[in-house]
């Protein structure tokens, strides 16, 4: 039965700073604003976990196995900022790949949901591009666009609305929690 709310968190431009194809866990940083929502968030009773398209392994850019360094380091982090990460999801496909898992499709938020136990409308997911907004919004949450430029297609659909744009992840946590907590 879900009972728990999850936060799924996009990886690349919204929880951590946008290094294009990067699996070296010493470049790994959380963007500035992460550790406060993400305590925010936590210590409102959701579970964090972070729901990632990673087209490099697809692509030979970097091995699958890399990603576990990557999961590691994001761990690390969320720790640090006493916020732990429940759960790491990736799609390894590319955009030619008729997987469900790759977003915008809405299969790794599917998936993320179902092992952490979650209610699709209690859970949210945070992304800086529309095609995470329709994720979520198609797995049955509610979706933040995070407005940090990363958008660059503005395609239109009924999916791809967002419940909210924000400007910052402390925005959005604000925002998620007084709508509310877990």
Same mark, same amino acid.
């Given at each position: 039965m879900?009972?728990?709310a999850v936060i799924?968190?996009?990886?690349?431009?919204?929880?951590?700073?946008?290094?294009?194809?990067n699996v070296d866990p010493r470049l790994i940083r959380l963007r500035s604003d992460a550790p406060r929502a993400?305590?925010?968030?936590?210590?409102?009773?959701?579970?964090?976990?972070?729901?990632?398209?990673?087209?490099g392994v697809a692509r030979g850019?970097?091995? !699958?196995?890399?990603? &576990?360094?990557?999961?590691?380091?994001?761990?690390?982090l969320c720790a640090r900022a006493d916020a732990p990460l429940a759960g790491f999801y990736y799609c390894p496909h590319d955009a030619a790949a008729a997987c469900d898992c790759?977003?915008?499709?809405p299969g790794l938020v599917h998936r993320a949901l179902r092992e952490q136990a979650a209610n699709? &409308?209690?859970?949210?997911?945070?992304?800086?591009?529309l095609d995470d907004v329709e994720a979520g919004t198609r797995a049955g949450c509610r979706s933040l666009l995070l407005d940090v430029g990363n958008e660059t297609e503005w395609s239109d659909g009924p999916h791809r609305r967002p419940y909210a744009t924000v400007s910052s992840l402390v !925005?959005?946590?604000?925002?998620?929690?007084?709508?509310g907590s877990a």
């Amino acid at each position: 039965m879900a009972v728990s709310a999850v936060i799924c968190l996009d990886k690349d431009g919204t929880l951590i700073e946008d290094v294009p194809d990067n699996v070296d866990p010493r470049l790994i940083r959380l963007r500035s604003d992460a550790p406060r929502a993400l305590r925010r968030l936590h210590r409102s009773g959701f579970r964090l976990v972070v729901v990632t398209n990673q087209p490099g392994v697809a692509r030979g850019t970097f091995a !699958e196995e890399a990603l &576990a360094g990557v999961e590691e380091r994001l761990r690390e982090l969320c720790a640090r900022a006493d916020a732990p990460l429940a759960g790491f999801y990736y799609c390894p496909h590319d955009a030619a790949a008729a997987c469900d898992c790759r977003k915008p499709r809405p299969g790794l938020v599917h998936r993320a949901l179902r092992e952490q136990a979650a209610n699709p &409308a209690r859970s949210w997911l945070i992304g800086d591009i529309l095609d995470d907004v329709e994720a979520g919004t198609r797995a049955g949450c509610r979706s933040l666009l995070l407005d940090v430029g990363n958008e660059t297609e503005w395609s239109d659909g009924p999916h791809r609305r967002p419940y909210a744009t924000v400007s910052s992840l402390v !925005e959005a946590a604000e925002l998620i929690v007084g709508e509310g907590s877990a």
